[in-house]
C-alpha cells in the first residue's frame, strides 16, 4: 500500500553505508561473484502469525487502510492477492481474517534482526526493503575448501537430475549457503524465506522467487538471456519505476525485449550516458553494482497518505500524530538530529502519486537535545517548526488539498556505541532500533537510570578475530558471565559462540561479531538490577569503550 510502501522508502532508500572500512567487496565487475538475495515470504503476514499462532492455519490478510497489503499462503490457495481491496479480498475468501497492519513497529523490529542476523555471518549485507536483504558470499564460497558437486534447491530452467557443477562450483557452494543461512533465518527467528542465487545482484532478485514460498532457485550464467527475454513489462526490472518506464514508453519501448533491441545511442540521447547506459544494462541482466553494506539509516522518517486535509488545523494534528511517534523513535535511536524535514503531496488528479514538495530547516541544538532526552515538550516545539516551513509551501488562507504529510529527521551523528573511526557503526543501530513497544525485547520505558541498556563495540584485527576464532570452535557451552569475561580478556569468543550465547541470553542481549567487529548490546533484564553481573557489565564496557 502507498503508506506503507512510501514508508519503506523513504528510511530504506537513505540507508546507505557511512563507512569505508566494511565497503571493500569483491569487484563487482568479476564474473565470479557469488550474490544472494533473500526476500521472506508474506512478510507482514508472517510476523503477525509468531505473535499470534493461532493465525497460521487460518487465511490472513493484513489490512492498512481499505487494502490487504499481502496475505498468508492460506489466503492465497483461495485466491486472495497482495494488495487486492479489502472488499474484494473478502468475496474472493469470506472467511479472510484480517489483522491492522499500520503500525509498522513489529515489522520493522523483525525485518533489523533479519539483517543483523545475516551480518553475523557474513559482513557484506545490503538491506532493501523491509524483508529483503543481498548478501555477498564470494569471499565465504572461496573460503569453502570442498567445491559442491550439486546445487541445493532448485537450478532456474534446469529440471530433474541433479545439474552437473561443471565450471559453475561457486554458484552451487553458494546454493550450500543460502540454503543454510534460510535454516538459520528459520531456526532463530521462525521466518521462512526465498533465495536467489547468481552472480549479481539484478539477477540474484530476478530469480529469487521462481519458486514460492520457501524455496530457492540458482541461476547459471547460461540461461541469463533466458531470464531477461521472459520477464515481460519493462516494470519487473528493478530500478525501472514509474517515471523511467513512462519515459522508456514514449519511446516505445514496454517490454525488456523492447529494451534490449533498442540502440543504446538512442538511450543515452533520452537519459544521458550514465542511466543510458545503466537501462540498456538492465536488459541484459548486466550489474556491476556492489553489494554495499548497510550502515545506520542517515534518515528517520514517518507519514501518512489520505484522501483529504485542507484545514491548517488538520495538518497540525497529523503533524503532531506523527511527530509524538517519530520523536519516540528518535529518542530510541540515541543520536541526535540537526536538521527537520516536512514533505507534503497536494492533490493532482493527473500525477497522483509523484507530487512531493519539501522543505527544511536546521534543529536548534536544545530542541534536539530535548528530542534524545525524551523531554514532552519536544514535539510541541517541532510541531511550530513544521507550521513554519508548511507555510512556506502553502497559502493556508487560500484552499488547499494535501494526500500526504512526512516528516523525517535527518543529518543524523554516527551511531552510538561507536568507537576508532566514529563512522556508523552497523549493529548499535540495529540494537538500539529495536522498539521496546510491544516488541518482546524486555521494555526498555520506566527502566531506572542505573540499568539503561548497555553498549559497546570492539574493533578486532584479523589477528584477533582469527585466534578468537579458532578457540571458539572448541567451545560448545558458555554462560553470560564466561562470555562477558572472555570479551573483557578478549581471548575466546568468536561468531558462533555468540550465537549461541545469544541464544542462551535470549532477549536479554543482542550480539554480533563480523571479522572487524564485535558489537554488543545488552538490554535492560529485571534481573540484572541488583545484580553482581550487571555491575561487571558496566565496569567492562567502561573499560572497553
Ligand atoms: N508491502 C506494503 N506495501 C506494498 C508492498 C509491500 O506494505 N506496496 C509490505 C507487506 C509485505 C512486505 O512489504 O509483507 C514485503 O513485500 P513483498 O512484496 O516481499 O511481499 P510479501 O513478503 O508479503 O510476500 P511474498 O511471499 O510474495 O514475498
Ligand atoms: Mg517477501
Ligand atoms: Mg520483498
Redesign the pocket.
Known sequence: ?????DN?DEDETEWKTSFTDFTVGPNPTSPHRVILHF????????VEMIRNPALRNVPLG?Q?KYIV???N?VAREQGVT??MSVVDAQEKCPQLVLVK?EDLTH?RDMSYKVTELLMSYCHLVERL????NYVDVTEMVEKRLTHCSSFEGHVYNRSGVETNTGDHWRLAVGSHIAAELRTVICSTLGLT??AGVATNKLLAKLVS?TF??NQQTTLLPQDVDHIMGHLGSLRRLPGVGHQTSKRLQALGLVTVQDLQLFPLADLVKEFGAHTGQRLKNLSLGVDDSPVVPTGAPQSLSDEDSFKKISTTREVVEKTQDLLTILVERMQKDGRQPHTFRLTLRRYSADNKWFSRESRQCPIPNHIGQKVVSGSTDATAHLVTMAMKLFNKMVDGSAAFHLTLLNVCFTNLPPARGTVASGKGAITSFFTLGSSPRNSPIPSQTNVPAHSHPISLTLILTPHLFKSIQTLFIKRNSLNCLLLFKTIGTLGTVGPYCLIQAQKILRRKASLVCTERRLNVRILHNKDMDNNKTHQKLISLTRVLN
Open positions: 500500500m502507498e503508506n506503507s510502501d519503506n526476500d521472506l515470504d508474506c512478510f507482514y503476514a508472517q493484513i492498512q497489503v499481502t496475505c499462503y497482495k494488495l497492519g515489522y526493503g523491509f524483508d529483503e524465506g526465498c522467487g514460492k514460498p
